[in-house]
């Protein structure tokens, strides 16, 4: 079977009002704060993979941007020795906890002179700052930032995405369809988003609707979600 090219939809595009809350609204509020005019402070959020960690980080770069703020999404591989120091910035890192040697200083850096830069830091990372495998004067300077954990979503809610996204798509999904996509594939909103846009694809390709057996046989010819 030949490799589906997914299109960038509107849903895909981080931002803070496509995040579905759950019980992160606060969150929410306290990252669009933040990014419009900083906090006074600098906010790290913590939670496990798949969680939307990445998603809060870009959409927070991206209301920034639109704020009129220079704001800098940056991963933690791609840091060296330097960050940027441009004035009133918002520098959103992801995965702190994969820092090299030299990154980290760089943070600690960055921190000592966030004040003066009026710079706001936004970091990521697996776990609460106590469990960061991080030189101590970081993790100590991350501890003393807002600090969230991003809350999974309940099944009532993930079904009720993966629905809201199928109906965007002109999907019906059948309860063994859906049942078996929340129990079998990724489920973040993107991972739902990107099987529902495979799936439709393949249907189409097909020339049959999508239920639970054009389901298992497409995921026996490759089909990945």
Known sequence: ????IL?????????????????NAELLESLARL???????????????????????????????DEGRPAFFLSAEEITDRLPEDQNALLAIDD????????????FNAFNRARANAQSLLLSGPAAPRGLALREDLRTRIGQSLIFEVHPLDDATRESILHSLAQRRGLRLSG???NYLLTHARRDPPGMAAALDALDAASLEHKRPVTLPLLRELMQQGLRI
């Open 176 to 178: 063994e369809v859906s």
């Open 1 to 4: 079977m030949k490799q589906l």
């Open 96 to 107: 702190v906890d994969r820092l090299s040697s030299d990154a980290q200083v760089a943070l």
């Open 7 to 23: 299109d960038l939809r509107p849903d895909r595009l981080p931002t803070l009002e496509n995040f579905v809350p759950g019980s």
């Open 35 to 65: 990014a419009a005019t900083g906090l006074g402070t600098h906010l790290y959020l913590w939670g496990d993979s798949g969680s939307g960690r990445s998603h809060l980080l870009r959409a927070a770069v991206a209301r920034a941007l």
